[in-house]
């Protein structure tokens, strides 16, 4: 069974770099052959998707994002992390990583808790 | 950009039949998967590729895609159903979601 687990600062001030990573565990299978997804909800809001990553280090960016993002995996030590720069209360929200297992990029079958992020200072 | 549009909500009494739709340009060209998610929880996936139910997601839970429309159908509905739930394509190299239906059970 797998798990995802999603570590970050919980807050963040403005204008700085956001890093946040997820770990995956309880798969001696695929050893991190994954899509590897960000998502984020605003609080009592939708899910608006980051970006994604493939094991082999292919990216897909949300457009409205994408200067401003990083999203990379190092599928040997298996945490997979976004950078989000600038960042501003709108990007308060909870962060998401999510992964699809059977090497399919148009959705994702298994998600971690979120962790939350709030920007203040 | 590519939008996908989801009625805000949704009611429906216990053992009845839920629908809820996501409609999109074409939408009935693409694959399209619906996440479930409870309060204070992570969404899960419940429908894949229109029409597929993951291991462990309950029979009653069904998906269909046509045209620009797709439908996330509930059978039989029981209170534990209750949640908000997104549809999600694939579109042009991104990962759309819908707004999401916020389901009540009467």
């Known amino acids: 069974h797998l798990q995802l687990q999603e570590s970050g600062p919980g807050l963040a001030q403005p204008s700085e770099t956001l890093s946040l990573t997820c770990t995956v565990s309880?798969?001696?299978?695929?050893?991190?052959?994954?899509?590897w997804g960000w998502i984020r909800q605003s609080p009592g809001k939708g899910l608006e998707w980051i970006g994604t990553?493939?094991?082999?280090?292919?990216?897909y960016y949300n457009p409205s994002l994408s200067s401003r993002i990083s999203i990379s995996v190092d599928t040997s030590e298996n945490p997979f992390s976004l950078r989000l720069s600038s960042v501003t209360a709108a990007d308060t929200a909870v962060y998401y990583c999510?992964?699809?297992?059977?090497?399919?990029?148009?959705?994702?079958?298994?998600w971690g808790q979120g962790t939350l992020v709030t920007v203040s200072s | 950009s590519y939008d996908l549009t989801q009625p805000p909500s949704v009611s429906v009494s216990p053992g009845q039949t839920a629908s809820i739709t996501c409609s999109g340009d074409?939408?009935?060209?693409?694959?399209v998967s619906w996440y479930q998610q409870k309060p204070g929880q992570s969404p899960i996936l419940v429908i894949y590729?229109?029409?597929k139910r993951p291991s462990g997601i309950p029979e009653r839970f069904s998906g269909s895609n046509s045209e620009n429309t797709a439908t996330l159908t509930v059978s039989g509905t029981q209170a534990m159903d209750e949640a908000d739930f997104y549809c999600q394509a694939w579109d042009s190299g991104t990962v759309v979601f819908g707004g999401g239906t916020k389901l009540t059970v009467l």
């Open positions: 990553i493939s094991y082999s280090g292919s990216t």
């Open positions: 590729e229109d029409t």
């Open positions: 999510a992964i699809n297992t059977v090497l399919v990029k148009y959705y994702f079958d298994s």
């Open positions: 309880g798969d001696s299978i695929n050893s991190g052959h994954y899509y």
């Open positions: 074409r939408l009935g060209g693409k694959s």
